[in-house]
């Protein structure tokens, strides 16, 4: 149970960091809205194509937890893509990749407030090193262009981004009991629909932009592989090992994000990026190892047939 939620989370933070690589290659080919509408509109066509018989069969269940399922899709999905998208427009992508990194750490706030659930200090050890991980990735190695940052508007969009992601995580306890297909379709529905009003407001600022060839490429990977692939491995993850571990791979993100520029965009490999794989992936080792042991998932398994 815990390799096959390790494998879901590895590769969804993998999608995420191509995610990363199609948002600095969308420059020019698509607005931000745009391309928040669009992920979420190919991604309900692609569900809705292979789930419909199943849509049906759910639907009880769904009618009942209807705006929870929307909930899901208009704060974990829109909310955080749209501030995500937005802030990139007035801060650093090293301020960027910071904040995300507080993702974790928020889980583990809300979920101790709210739930009482424990942490061991190897956790607080292994989110240090992820931390460190991060910085080392988002400041290129020199730690000190750290203490040169300022924060502006984008960063304060940033930390709504990072609550709503957070906030998402942590209701995933209360999924009702559906196919994957069905808990993937009916919140990326409500994402579509609440990304709707962003599109006409960026179309109404004369900043819209239709996306070209390159464009569309972008919006179909992010639909296929950030929007889908990666949501329903990640509700996996959290589903089999809880919202704290699952969390911490988060950090993954910005590493495999860096590690992907190099090998698509051209980029070179340097020492501090494997030094910064290795103390995120050294540091999500050790919060594994000394997890407390009481902690259990704290969401309902979903049916896989």
Not at 25 to 39: D, I, K, Y
Not at 81 to 97: E, P
Not at 120 to 146: P, R, Y
Not at 233 to 239: H, T
Request: glycine residues 8%; positive net charge; charged residues 10%.
């Amino acid at each position: 149970m815990q390799a096959t939620a390790y494998i879901c989370l590895v590769i969804a933070t993998l999608c995420w960091g191509g995610n990363a690589v199609a948002g600095k290659l969308a420059l020019g080919h698509v607005s931000p809205m745009m391309l928040t509408f669009l992920r979420w509109f190919l991604a309900v066509v692609l569900i809705a194509a292979i789930s419909l018989p199943q849509l049906r069969k759910d639907w009880p269940v769904v009618r009942k937890n209807l705006p929870l399922l929307f909930f899901y899709g208009v704060i974990g999905y829109t909310t955080f893509n749209a501030m995500l998208y937005s802030a990139v427009q007035y801060t650093t992508a090293i301020n960027v990749a910071i904040e995300q990194a507080g993702i974790p750490m928020l889980i583990f706030l809300l979920n101790f407030v709210f739930f009482r659930t424990g942490v061991s200090l190897a956790q607080v050890v292994g989110f240090g090193m992820t931390l460190i991980g991060v910085a080392l990735t988002a400041a290129h190695g020199n730690l000190e262009t750290l203490l040169q940052l300022s924060l502006n508007r984008g960063d304060g969009l940033m930390l709504i981004a990072v609550a709503a992601y957070a906030v998402y995580t942590i209701f995933l306890r209360w999924k009702p009991v559906v196919d994957w297909r069905t808990l993937m379709a009916v919140p990326a529905l409500g994402a579509a629909l609440t990304a709707l009003p962003l599109l006409l407001w960026e179309t109404s600022r004369g900043t819209v932009q239709w996306p070209d060839g390159e464009g569309w490429a972008i919006a179909v990977y992010t639909a296929i592989f950030a929007s889908l692939l990666a949501q329903i491995l990640y509700i996996r993850g959290v589903e089999e090992i809880g919202a704290n571990r699952a969390g911490l791979f988060i950090n993954l993100v910005p590493v495999f994000g860096t590690l992907l520029s190099v090998a698509l965009l051209g980029e070179m490999l340097q020492l501090f990026h494997m030094i910064a794989l290795v103390l995120t992936l050294g540091g999500i080792a050790i919060a594994e190892k000394g997890r407390p042991k009481t902690a259990a998932p704290t969401v309902p398994a979903s049916p896989v047939d």
